[in-house]
């Protein structure tokens, strides 16, 4: 399998902060690489696919690179509706698996 | 608006079969752009990817759940089903129905999820 791991596993930041979030994979997965937004109590959310293509209605100030095996998800200003924990998930080889997830926290 | 809505039984007997099904409006489950999943997620933990159908009928389930894992898809009413054999505590997780486009395979839409609880 294919193992993700994402740093840091928490960061504090205040609203207008630029905030990045890292994500490795174990091995190379191309640009299979997505990212997801969590609210407690609530279903993830698609921000982020094919490491860099912004999913429809997902504001600008998002943005994801990288291929290969280092990925990174960028909030280029912070808002307050962006506390919420990050997952990154491969979908280059089953089974697909996902990264254990950045708490973002005021 | 493509929904997806998750029901089923929210208490299981450990050793006990769960059994959960989605359905889905606003898109067709026999459209071949799509694969159809189940992702769960242990109270406060991250998620698990438990495996994919697709509208034919073929499936992929995760190794970690062994042979433990029965997925079917229902596309005159639109719907598809998850069935997990002898569940342990461990299986105690919010359960998620969504949908990954081809290609990229990523989750565009996710069901709202359902707590299934195994316990005595």
């Known amino acids: 399998d294919i193992q993700m791991t994402q740093s840091p596993s928490s960061l504090s930041a205040s609203v207008g902060d630029r905030v990045t979030i890292t994500c490795r994979a174990s091995?190379?997965?191309?640009?299979?690489l997505n990212w997801y937004q969590q609210k407690p109590g609530k279903a993830p959310k698609l921000l982020i696919y094919?490491?860099?293509s912004l999913h429809s209605g997902v504001p600008s100030r998002f943005s994801g690179s990288g291929s290969g095996t280092d990925f990174t998800l960028t909030i280029s200003s912070l808002q307050p509706e962006d506390f919420a924990t990050y997952y990154c998930h491969q979908s280059y080889n089953t089974p697909f698996t996902f990264g254990p997830g950045t708490k973002v926290d005021i | 608006q493509v929904q997806l809505q998750e029901s089923g039984p929210g208490l299981v007997k450990p050793s006990q079969t769960l059994s959960l099904t989605c359905t889905v409006s606003g898109a067709p489950i026999g459209s071949g752009d799509y694969y159809w999943k189940w992702i769960r997620q242990p109270p406060g933990k991250g998620l698990e990817w438990v495996g994919y159908?697709?509208?034919?009928?073929?499936?992929y389930s995760n190794p970690s759940l062994k042979s433990r894992v029965d997925m079917s898809v229902d596309t005159s009413k639109n719907q598809f089903s998850l069935k997990l054999s002898s569940v342990t505590a461990a299986d105690t997780a919010i359960y998620y129905c969504?949908?990954?486009?081809?290609?990229?395979?990523?989750?565009?839409?996710w069901g709202q999820g359902t707590l299934v609880t195994v316990s005595s």
């Open positions: 094919a490491a860099s």
């Open positions: 159908i697709y509208y034919s009928g073929s499936t």
């Open positions: 969504a949908r990954a486009r081809q290609g990229a395979m990523s989750i565009d839409y």
């Open positions: 091995q190379s997965i191309s640009s299979y």
